[in-house]
């Protein structure tokens, strides 16, 4: 067992031994989309779906987000919602070169079947202490027509 000091974090990486003679594995390569937000992947953009009797309610969690960071676009009946911030940083600052960065910087976006009868105008969306919410009403989709059988003479 390594002494405490080598298994706990260190300013510099997750771990002092993680990429020390380290092939790619198996879990690796299936956890592939985990590598953009590493270890902390699961807590991008949290969500949580609320249905009332005549709309449904997305609160989406975007901390450190300003209002003016985030987009929500709707096309054929996908909601998207994107956020972007400090894409175009540099690393370096006035106080010194960055050598550890834990706070998201970089995009992201989720979509949301919300279907093809609601339109922009009928979504209500308001930003509060890094939280989005979404209001959309349920609307009825139009029924198909019943299935007829022709009769072959």
């Known amino acids: 067992m390594l002494p405490s000091i080598w298994r706990d974090n260190s300013i510099f ?7 020390w003679f380290g092939f790619p594995t198996e879990r690796d390569f299936r956890n592939i989309e985990k590598k953009l937000y590493g270890k902390n992947a699961a807590h991008v953009m949290k969500t949580d779906v609320t249905e009332h009797d005549d709309h449904y309610e997305i609160a989406i969690d975007l901390p450190g987000f300003k209002k003016e960071d985030v987009t929500i676009d709707l096309e054929n009946g996908y909601l998207t919602v ?3 911030k400090g894409v175009d940083k540099d690393e370096n ?5 960055l050598i550890r960065q ?3 910087s970089g995009a992201m976006q989720r979509s949301f079947y919300v279907g093809e ?4 105008e009928d ?4 930003m509060e202490h890094g939280v989005l919410t979404l209001t959309i009403p349920k609307k009825e989709t139009p ?6 059988t022709i009769v072959i003479e």
């Open 13 to 19: 990486g997750e771990n002092l031994f993680d990429d």
């Open 82 to 84: 994107g956020a972007a």
């Open 93 to 97: 600052d006035k106080e010194g070169k």
């Open 102 to 104: 834990e706070r998201y």
């Open 117 to 120: 009868n609601v339109t922009e």
């Open 123 to 126: 979504i209500k969306a308001k």
């Open 143 to 148: 029924k198909l027509p019943e299935k007829k």
